[in-house]
């Protein structure tokens, strides 16, 4: 039987660090079946525990790394980063939405299905590496997790102008329709949110352009090279995992998306 090769996209805002490596894997390429086809990463899933470790294990190859070398969190839609100075067994994941490491051949994830994933890297002025990973929904965007990934690389030595970022597919505003309460929070935190907002098809329900308001969240904190991929999680499902899709569909549960960046050793 042929070994699956996972299908990854990189964003050339980060391919121009050298000795980083980066990928957004999509669901393309694993070994899970039924509604979890087919590179599910995800542990929080109902899928089969031996088959997503294949999966994690399949993705590191990409990066010739072990599957030991993975180190993602407890995602909880909060502010809290951390600190990958070791490799973790994911059982004892800390509970956090971003991780942030210095150490060569250590990387790092996060997960995802329609939220929006954020890798970065930077370097200390000495040309050290520092790279982070952040998992943004619109809870953890609009309070601040992107800030707290970047501070955070900050306090490991990497100057601000030299840190980038790569956003990563996500639900795409066409997709994700919100309730007639929703863009108050944003609105009173700045007005001009409000581009980040249209009609939708129901009347009082907007459609929500988060990795619009993700990529504002991220110039406002100096990151002058910010890269998108434009890819919708939910439309697109011969590529990616999608909760909302989940949702409309009835489906009894979804995969994982992972996106993920090493240093390389």
């Not at 919100?178 to 944003?186: A, L, S």
Request: hydrophobic share 40%.
């Amino acid at each position: 039987m042929t070994t699956p090769l996972p299908v990854h996209i990189t964003e050339p805002a980060l391919d121009g660090m050298p000795g980083v490596q980066h990928a957004f894997f999509t669901r393309q390429g694993g070994v899970s079946q039924g509604v979890y086809a087919s590179l599910n990463v995800g542990y929080g899933s109902d899928d089969d525990r031996q088959a997503i470790t294949e999966n994690r294990q399949l993705a590191m190859a990409a990066f010739d790394l072990p599957v030991t070398a993975l180190n993602t969190v407890y995602q909880v839609h909060g502010t809290e980063v951390a600190m990958a100075d070791r490799n973790w067994d994911p059982a004892d994941a800390p509970r956090a939405d971003a991780v942030v490491t210095d150490r060569p051949g250590i990387a790092i994830g996060i997960l995802t299905a329609d939220c929006v994933p954020v890798l970065f890297a930077g370097q200390t002025p000495d040309g050290r590496k520092i790279i982070g990973a952040a998992h943004a929904g619109w809870r953890g965007a609009m309070s601040g997790i992107l800030e707290s990934t970047v501070a955070t690389m900050e306090n490991l030595g990497a100057t601000r102008d030299t840190i980038r970022a790569a956003i990563g597919p996500c639900i795409g505003s066409k997709s994700y329709e919100v309730g007639p309460e929703f863009p108050k929070p944003f609105l009173d935190q700045d007005p001009q949110n409000a581009r980040f907002f249209r009609p939708g098809i129901r009347k009082g329900h907007p459609m929500f352009d988060i990795a619009g308001y993700v990529e504002s969240r991220l110039a406002a904190a100096f990151i002058k090279k910010v890269g998108r991929i434009d890819a919708d999680t939910c439309a697109d499902e011969a590529r990616f995992f999608s909760y909302r899709r989940k949702t409309l569909t009835g489906e009894p549960d979804y995969g994982r998306e992972l996106s993920a960046i090493a240093i390389e050793a």
